[in-house]
Nanobody
Framework: EVQLVESGGGLVQAGGSLRLSCAAS????????IGWFRQAPGKEREGVSW????????SYADSVKGRFTISSDNAKNTVYLQMDSLKPEDTAVYYC????????????????????WGQGTQVTVSS
């Protein structure tokens, strides 16, 4: 059974940090890219970051560049999202997702291309 389980969310003050984890099981981890998405109330789901295990390439949304860092521990089948300098506008439910086919450069940020999704973890940043 394929599972993606997010953890690490919580309440933090603006300027603070959180590290989210995405633990994967039930599929060959190295064959998949893992993306992080977020969805705030009343807004569309937004691609935040992505890591492709085949070449360790990463991508970030402009809104988080320089503040968020994605990394992967292949031995643990876990992807992390280190979030620093958090802002109230980062408040959202954060999801991780796994997929294998990303036909063009920006496709990583589109939820359509992902096969599996976690249940999400809430991140709330207070001002």
């Amino acid at each position: 059974e394929v599972q993606l389980v997010e953890s690490g969310g919580g309440l933090v003050q603006a300027g603070g940090s959180l590290r989210l984890s995405c633990a994967a099981s039930g599929f060959t981890f190295d064959d998949y890219a893992i993306g992080w998405f977020r969805q705030a109330p009343g807004k569309e789901r937004e691609g935040v970051s992505w890591i492709r295990h085949s070449d360790s390439s990463t991508s970030y949304a402009d809104s988080v560049k320089g503040r968020f860092t994605i990394s992967s521990d292949n031995a643990k089948n876990t992807v992390y999202l280190q979030m620093d300098s958090l802002k109230p506008e980062d408040t959202a439910v954060y999801y991780c997702a796994a997929g294998t086919k990303f036909p063009y450069g920006s496709s990583w940020s589109q939820s359509f291309f992902y096969d599996y999704w976690g249940q999400g973890t809430q991140v709330t940043v207070s001002s």
